[in-house]
């Protein structure tokens, strides 16, 4: 099921079901699918194209791919454990994931929200969040506003990930203490789909 989340995020439903089958799948079905069983197969069978026979490989991308074995290479060899994990705070979590190579600031963030479901984790590096943000509230102008004349923002689709940036997505989300892992999901939901959302 975790795994799941980090497979559908930014693909369409039906392509992360088919990449979610074909991975069940290599890794001997439902009951098979262990960190054991993902890491026994190459970096190539789990990513993109095709075997030698032909056939799909799995169809992760790089990023997602790497992951998900490097969470999976920690946990079976003993350097992490879930009990481990729920003894750190949000702060001690992330800094100890981010020591793990090619685990970042956003990875980190996701396996805190999707994994250990920690109620208030704010994805700042995550697009979609702050691109759906920045349609919701506008953050674009308040950032412009701020920034130096000399820096004006040529349109609405620029929105970086910058301390500016994280300081107006504060001011906003600050009032979604201590709950703001639910707006990450509902964002998500909302650039999906943006009709049925409206601003209160």
């Given amino acids: 099921k975790n795994v799941g989340r980090v497979v559908f995020q930014m693909i369409s439903v039906s392509c992360g079901n088919a990449i979610m089958d ?3 799948e290599a890794c001997g079905g439902p009951n098979g699918f262990t960190p ?22 799995v169809g992760l991308s790089r990023s997602k791919h790497g992951f998900i074995k490097g969470i999976a290479e920690e946990f079976v060899s003993g ?6 994990l729920e003894g750190l705070s949000d702060h001690e979590l992330c800094h100890r994931l981010c020591a793990i190579k090619g685990i970042g600031e956003w990875t980190a963030g996701v ?3 999707h994994f250990l479901n920690r109620p208030d984790v704010m994805l700042y590096g995550d697009l979609t969040v702050r691109m ?10 308040r950032l412009e506003r701020r920034a130096p004349v000399e820096t004006h ?8 990930d910058t301390r500016a940036s994280r300081d107006i997505i504060d001011s906003v989300a600050e ?14 939901h909302y650039k999906e789909n943006p009709d049925s959302f409206y601003v209160v």
């Fill in 132 to 141: 759906g943000l920045r349609d919701l509230y506008n953050l674009s102008a």
């Fill in 175 to 188: 009032k979604w203490r201590p709950y703001r892992t639910v707006v990450n999901h509902l964002i998500w």
């Fill in 111 to 113: 396996f805190m929200l």
């Fill in 79 to 84: 350097r992490l454990s879930l009990s481990m």
């Fill in 22 to 24: 074909r991975m069940i």
């Fill in 153 to 160: 923002l040529a349109d609405a689709e620029d929105f970086p």
């Fill in 36 to 57: 054991e069983a993902y890491l026994a197969h190459s970096d190539e069978a789990m990513c993109g194209g095709v075997n030698k026979n032909g056939d799909k490989n």
